[in-house]
């Protein structure tokens, strides 16, 4: 099983639809006054666009080990985790509050955070952002299960 922490000397992949902007905004600034990297997928306005133009690239970087994990930003967070996790090496999880994203690092080792725009505001964002962060995947008992999860 891969390491139960996040590589953060490699950039944080974050996209987001039109619904997502404003937050994928605010969300970089809250990473970049951390003083982490950031690598923007886009989208670069709030004009609409469809959502999987911005969660395959950030899946990708992720997959490929380019960024430390990923956060998709939409109106639910439906489509982009849909379609993040159609990627063999991505376990998005849709979170919305703190315990939901301690959760998902903890007991599923997700390694992109997906966030409802339309269902949360941007502080809470901020702290699912750091609890995802922060937490380490606990292995034991859940390294099993998360391992079943892959599609061979």
Not at 94 to 103: A, D, H, K, Q
Request: charged share 25%; net charge negative; proline share 4%.
């Amino acid at each position: 099983m891969e390491k139960n922490t996040f590589n953060l000397a490699l950039p944080v992949a974050i996209g987001s639809d039109h619904a997502g902007f404003e937050y994928k905004e605010e969300v970089i600034s809250f990473l970049e006054a951390k003083g982490l990297k950031v690598k923007d997928f886009g989208t670069s306005s709030k004009d609409s666009v469809d959502y999987p133009d911005y969660a395959h690239p950030v899946s990708t970087a992720v997959e490929r080990e380019e960024a430390a994990f990923g956060i998709l930003i939409c109106g639910s967070a439906n489509g982009v985790a849909i379609t993040a996790n159609k990627h063999q090496g991505i376990r998005a999880a849709i979170c919305w509050g703190e315990e939901l994203s301690r959760l998902a690092r903890q007991h599923n080792n997700a390694n992109v955070l997906c966030i409802p725009a339309r269902f949360v505001d941007v502080p809470v964002a901020n702290e699912m952002v750091d609890v995802f962060i922060n937490t380490p995947f606990e292995g034991g008992r859940h390294e099993n299960r998360v391992r079943k999860m892959a599609c061979l």
